[in-house]
């Protein structure tokens, strides 16, 4: 490639790259730099005050807990929701007038907006006149748990039972994208092995641990990297359904950013949030690539 054409290559990139220093680098480096200030949006005063937000927020109680709410929630929604995605794929893997309606079906939640999806499970999981303690009423569940002195499930309003909702919730809306990504993945299989599996009498669980599994270890491994992140970013259920309480037992890091900023106007505390969301979540993928990159089979 001659010097002129190399010059020009990078030429085309400019834009591309002037984007993602305006919209991406500048901003992170912008946090960072807030995250050592105190400043509260109303004046135009950024005080320098050292690591002092960073003390201040690692001493607060109710981080910590945000910190472990987003760290569980990540857990369970990552490995339930991908667990029970690559099942349903095995399952709507067949191509069906009934499968291919059940792949719609299931894909539905992931295209509607979770302002909807959340007035829909608000009143879902509605105490009194919700749907699902009337299922559990009917199916003699609720009759059950009273005998153990739970009258009734509070779903959202509870301590012990909110963050576990917004998982439920969470899951539900990402299993139609999840099982889709893997449907595809399985199509892609090569049919000749599972040709020779037969031949061999490999049984169904032999042929999916030693065979389907690895070969769509590329599509889980993408998988796992977005609902990591996912994960870690969400916000829009926990303002919608249950605003990080009762008690700040549901509230998430994201959500705890916002909050601090936008209703406290503590912008330099909320910076060392964001910071500590960006590191957080940057050394979660990079240990995911790390330690599983190299089990992951591209064919």
């Excluded at 003390?55 to 987003?70: C, D, H, K, M, T």
């Excluded at 539905?108 to 509605?126: A, D, K, Q």
């Excluded at 092995?193 to 669980?205: F, M």
């Excluded at 032999?206 to 916000?235: D, E, H, M």
Aim: a positive charge; proline letters at 3%.
């Amino acid at each position: 490639m001659s010097r002129r054409r190399f010059n020009s290559a990078y030429l085309l990139t400019l834009p591309a790259l002037a984007g993602s220093a305006l919209f991406m680098i500048y901003p992170i480096l912008f946090a960072v730099w807030l995250s050592f200030h105190r400043w509260d949006m109303l004046s135009d005063t950024r005080r320098f005050v050292g690591a002092a937000n960073y003390v201040r927020v690692f001493s607060n109680a109710s981080f910590l807990q945000v910190l472990s709410n987003s760290c569980v929630y990540m857990a369970l929604m990552t490995t339930l929701s991908v667990a029970l995605a690559l099942l349903l794929a095995l399952w709507l893997n067949e191509n069906s007038i009934v499968k291919n309606l059940a792949q719609s079906a299931v894909f539905t939640p992931h295209i509607v907006s979770m302002v909807s999806v959340g007035i829909l499970w608000m009143w879902i999981m509605e105490p009194d006149i919700g749907l699902l303690n009337y299922i559990l009423d009917l199916s003699g569940v609720q009759a059950l748990l009273a005998r153990f002195g739970q009258e009734k499930i509070m779903w959202l309003e509870s301590e012990k039972s909110a963050l576990f909702s917004l998982v439920f919730i969470g899951i539900w809306k990402s299993l139609g994208y999840n099982a889709l990504i893997l449907i595809a993945g399985l199509q892609s299989l090569p049919k000749e092995i599972y040709e020779s599996a037969r031949l061999d009498r490999a049984g169904r669980l032999r042929t999916l641990f030693r065979i389907t599994i690895p070969l769509l270890s590329p599509s889980l491994f993408f998988l796992l990297i977005v609902n990591v992140t996912a994960s870690f970013q969400v916000f829009d259920s926990v303002h919608v359904l249950t605003r990080g309480g009762p008690l700040n037992s549901s509230n998430m890091l994201v959500h705890w950013i916002y909050q601090t900023g936008f209703e406290f106007y503590r912008i330099g505390e909320a910076s060392v949030g964001a910071v500590v969301l960006m590191l957080i979540a940057g050394g979660v993928t990079y240990a995911n690539f790390k330690l599983l990159s190299r089990r992951v089979h591209y064919r």
